[in-house]
């Protein structure tokens, strides 16, 4: 029969995971409570990009802290560490939420996702450092990975259990929830019961683990008959591609290096899952099959190593190639140590890695100033070698420029424009600097870059007499018109065949949408010219902007005897062609 457990057991696992991992515990609830404001914050970028700022130094607090403890039980060290450490890692993640800047980029998530990767692999290495603890190292490791999976399933259960029941409540009790409780659940289960029922498995007396030999016949079953016939299937897949690029004498294509990399990782995890049985008799296998992993990995770095230098070299290094080059490095480096060393320890496969994360995110090497650096090189090779720079080392002159040429140099203003990063304004003549690293300012570069190509290709991306102008991003105190004293208004669309009637007042446009004109009882009383108005868009804006201010979005049409305003939600321009939304107001 099988016995449950009671809740006055629930009751003392959760104690005693609160008071061994407190600052943990703590920390759990305050990325909650982060997470939600930050789901119940839309429409509110300022309160997002804050949440977010919070929720980077947050996450990564957590593993910092397993970590932390771990070392201090297993050192036997005065509780007194715990505190001071967790006070000065509390610290430094402080200062790192002042670096990350008000708006946060694709750069400020890259970095945390280095910082994140280097604090897990701490946690999975940090307890045993000292020599001749490899086998309480995968022990520890293997708890971790069946308690994570574990802690998942209950987690996901859990959830859909809960939710069923509360969409069951909501349709049956015809109850309306003034929060979102599909996702203000999911942060419960997923942060706070999640890392509370991973943090009760975690082995208590760490020393101990260095004598533990029993091995999961699950974990066994899963690593021999699935996971390592799959790196079989997925290994004659690559040597078949190696013996075809080798037929026909051609290089690999750039996007073989991630297939790869992929297969590697996979290949190496199988092995470390499978690390105990290297010493058993019954298991020799194990072993000859490591040694042939890693002679099979060898050609395939070679590709690796073709492939993604292949990709740097046509379009320059960015954050992802950059990772992929240090990995292959790296990959080379451990795949040559295994094969040689006869004590070849697991261990050093985190700590390497968890070194090169960190690495990647900090320092004169990082990621984001070497991707950018490519970037500005390519850049400007490519405008030399297409005589487009003059003397000022400036874009000048009118020329003809290969397709290829041109979709690279579209590709750079883009990299650059995805990470609001500046750098190639010097190329740039009459670039105007008002609009920060926002929308237009790259804008602006594209169709500076166009007016001195005289062969666009045919799916060229920028229309130079495209424009586009709304007030859906504006500033909070600038999104209203006041409209005291009107008490009626009618929404339309602005287009070529627009016909709007509205006793007594009338709308059409013409000549492709550029003149709207306003009838009263039938006759033409008002025509406005529409290029006008967003000639005056274009000088404060640029070619396109969401953070018109209201007023500025406004047609007036006042008389003795009338007054009547139109606000336009959006406005566009392309070619001869004119559209938007408008709203009219009138009495």
């Not at 994140?116 to 290495?125: G, K």
Request: aromatic share 14%; charged share 20%; with cysteine.
């Amino acid at each position: 029969m099988i016995k449950l457990p009671s809740l006055h057991h629930i009751s003392d696992q959760l104690t005693n995971t609160i008071r061994r991992f407190p600052w943990v515990v703590a920390v759990a609830i305050c990325k909650a409570a982060v997470l939600w404001r930050y789901l119940e914050s839309t429409g509110n970028e300022e309160e997002i990009n804050l949440m977010t700022r919070l929720a980077y130094p947050l996450f990564l607090a957590t593993p910092l802290m397993i970590a932390i403890e771990l070392i201090v039980e297993r050192k036997q060290l005065k509780a007194s560490w715990i505190i001071g450490i967790n006070l000065l890692v509390s610290a430094i993640l402080t200062l790192y939420f002042f670096t990350i800047p008000d708006e946060p980029t694709p750069r400020d998530y890259y970095r945390f996702m280095l910082f994140m990767v280097a604090s897990h692999l701490l946690v999975a290495f940090s307890p045993f450092l000292s020599s001749g603890q490899t086998n309480g190292f995968w022990q520890f490791n293997k708890t971790l990975f069946l308690q994570s999976l574990n802690a998942t399933l209950y987690a996901v259960t859990l959830y859909v259990g809960l939710l069923i029941a509360v969409k069951t409540v909501e349709y049956l009790f015809d109850i309306t929830y003034l929060i979102k409780i599909e996702g203000d659940l999911f942060v419960l289960i997923a942060v706070v019961f999640h890392t509370l029922f991973f943090l009760s498995k975690i082995p208590v007396n760490l020393i101990e683990l260095d004598e533990e030999t029993s091995y999961p016949a699950g974990l066994k079953i899963f690593t021999q008959y699935v996971l390592l016939p799959l790196e079989v299937v997925y290994m004659v897949i690559l040597y078949a591609y190696t013996f075809k690029i080798i037929f026909q004498w051609k290089l690999p294509d750039g996007g073989v290096a991630y297939l790869i990399m992929a297969f590697s990782i996979a290949g190496i995890l199988a092995l470390l899952l499978l690390h105990p049985l290297r010493e058993m008799a019954r298991e020799k296998w194990v072993r000859l099959f490591g040694k042939r992993f890693y002679l099979a990995l060898l050609p395939l770095i070679v590709l690796l190593f073709i492939g993604i230098f292949r990709r740097i070299n046509d379009y320059g290094v960015t954050e992802n190639r950059y990772i992929i080059a240090v990995l292959a490095f790296w990959l080379a480096v451990i795949t040559i140590y295994f094969l040689v060393s006869k004590m070849a320890d697991i261990r050093w496969i985190p700590i390497s890695l968890s070194v090169i994360a960190l690495l990647l995110a900090i320092g004169p090497w990082n990621i984001f100033v070497v991707a950018r650096n490519s970037q500005l090189r390519t850049f400007e090779k490519i405008l030399t070698e297409n005589k487009l720079l003059n003397a000022n080392r400036q874009i000048s002159g009118k020329v003809s420029v290969r397709s290829q040429d041109y979709q690279q140099l579209e590709s750079i203003i883009q990299f650059f424009r995805s990470r609001k990063q500046k750098g190639l304004e010097k190329y740039f003549p009459g670039l105007k600097m008002k609009y920060g690293t926002g929308y237009q300012h790259y804008e602006q570069m594209d169709q500076i870059l166009a007016e001195h190509v005289v062969n666009k290709p045919d799916n060229f991306r920028f229309n130079p007499n495209y424009v586009n102008y709304s007030s859906r991003s504006a500033e909070s105190d600038s999104i209203t018109v006041p409209i005291a004293g009107f008490n009626r208004l009618k929404f339309f669309a602005l287009n070529n065949i627009t016909d709007l009637k509205t006793d007594p007042y009338g709308i059409d446009l013409s000549a492709k949408g550029r003149f709207m004109n306003l009838y009263k009882n039938g006759n033409k009383v008002q025509t406005w010219d529409l290029s006008e108005k967003i000639r005056a868009l274009k000088s404060s804006y640029g070619i396109s902007s969401e953070k018109v201010k209201a007023s500025e979005m406004v047609l007036k049409y006042t008389t003795p005897s009338d007054d009547l305003i139109i606000i336009f939600s959006s406005i566009n321009q392309s070619g001869d062609y004119y559209s938007g939304e408008a709203v009219l107001v009138f009495k």
